[in-house]
Nanobody
Framework: QVQLVESGGGLVQPGGSLRLSCAASGFTFSIWPMSWYRQAPGKERELVATVTSAGVSTNYADSVKGRFTISRDNTKNTVYLQMNSLKPEDTAVYYC?????????WGQGTQVTVSS
């Protein structure tokens, strides 16, 4: 079965950096685009970034452009989100997602808290 397991979240000061990882299993990772989403308290879940299957093309929410970088390693079945210049408004639970044959799969999420 499809499994997505996020890790790398934590507490960081404003201006700091974190790298999130999402380890995937149960499907052919290298042929499907992968995405990161986030959900802040009291807000809807929003798309943060997407990477194509080969990692050649990426897209970002305007709020994170120039600060976040999504990447993937198809030899390790893992997608990453490098987050730099973090702001308090980046505080949220971060999820990775894949759509395989029109079915959505989500990880359990990892908490990112940006605070001094």
């Amino acid at each position: 079965q499809v499994q997505l397991v996020e890790s790398g979240g934590g507490l960081v000061q404003p201006g700091g950096s974190l790298r999130l990882s999402c380890a995937a299993s149960g499907f052919t990772f290298s042929i499907w685009p992968m995405s990161w989403y986030r959900q802040a308290p009291g807000k809807e879940r929003e798309l943060v970034a997407t990477v194509t299957s080969a990692g050649v093309s990426t897209n970002y929410a305007d709020s994170v452009k120039g600060r976040f970088t999504i990447s993937r390693d198809n030899t390790k079945n893992t997608v990453y989100l490098q987050m730099n210049s973090l702001k308090p408004e980046d505080t949220a639970v971060y999820y990775c997602k894949v759509v395989v044959w029109s079915r959505q799969y989500w990880g359990q999420g990892t908490q990112v808290t940006v605070s001094s």
